[in-house]
């Protein structure tokens, strides 16, 4: 069994596009997860995979793509600072702090984000923020903890933003040391493990809708819908879409901002 066939064979059963990990940087993960199993050929790991629930659960973490930036999509967080944010704030009930959800936040670039604009621009708002940020890789939430971060990391975010809330330390930029005390980040597998229930917001960006399968999109769509509040959005990747059947449960108002529907249309 080659590259290509165990990729074909192995990871529609995991509910992945298997095209989408088809790239050099993953097959030398995997051969790297033999070696460490003293396996020998993919053929004898598809075997061990089938009869191994905890290994299915380890491979769909290792296949995970951790690649991030601060602000990615700038235009998103225009949007969420001028229509979306005050939207929802101007709904919640007295004392009712405001609840985001980031799925898949790899290193923390997007929750530090969404903590950023909080801190410019709602702190006053005498509203709480409970932001909760998850990712199935243990080593991506401990680079999370530590708050430093490369140059590269930076280069979609306003330029004021990380001259104020960043320090250069010989390259390495790092945030205010307060900052991972304002984030609750737990370890998480989207696939395999339950959602998170109450939130108002739920970030989902080039993950799920990026290399999921789509019978595996829809259960996770379900999930979702299941996790928001009545009126929470849904905010996916630019190129994202969600599979047609989650018409009934999401409304699109702009993309790639989808509202749950209060009760899902049969």
């Known amino acids: 069994m080659n590259y290509k066939e165990f990729l074909k064979t192995t990871l529609p059963q995991l509910g992945l596009r298997w095209r989408r990990f088809n790239r050099k940087s993953i097959r030398k993960r ?13 053929g004898e790991y598809h075997a061990y995979l089938l009869n191994n629930k905890e290994e299915r659960r380890h491979l769909t973490t290792l296949l995970t793509v951790t690649i991030s930036r ?16 005050p939207s929802i704030l101007a709904r919640l009930s007295a004392g009712e702090p405001l609840r985001i959800w980031s799925v ?11 903590l950023i604009l909080w801190e410019e621009r709602f702190a006053d708002s005498d509203r709480e923020l409970r932001l909760l940020a998850s990712d199935s890789d243990s080593r991506c ?6 708050g430093h971060y490369p140059a590269s990391s930076f280069r979609e975010m306003p330029i004021h933003l990380r001259q104020k809330y960043c320090t250069n ?34 970030f989902c960006r080039n993950l799920a809708y990026t290399y999921f399968t789509e019978p595996l999109q829809q259960e996770i769509t379900n999930h979702f819908h299941e996790s928001l509040l009545p009126g929470g959005l ?27 529907l209060s009760q899902a249309n049969k």
């Not at 995997?30 to 993919?42: A, D, M, T, V, Y």
Request: with cysteine.
């Open 141 to 146: 939430l401990e680079r999370a903890l530590l």
């Open 104 to 114: 898949g936040c790899a290193s923390g670039e997007e929750p530090y984000s969404l």
């Open 70 to 85: 601060f602000w990615r999509n700038a235009d998103l967080f225009e949007a969420l600072e001028t229509t979306w944010l």
């Open 234 to 260: 849904l905010v996916t990747g630019r190129k994202d879409r969600l599979p047609p059947s989650s018409e009934r449960l999401f409304q699109q108002r702009q993309h790639p901002f989808y509202e749950r």
């Open 169 to 202: 330390e010989g390259g390495t930029f790092s945030l205010p040391h307060d900052f991972p005390n304002k984030i609750t980040l737990v370890e998480h597998n989207l696939i395999w493990d339950p959602p998170f229930p109450g939130n108002h917001l739920i």
């Open 30 to 42: 995997i051969i790297g997860r033999l070696q460490e199993l003293n396996l020998h050929s993919l």
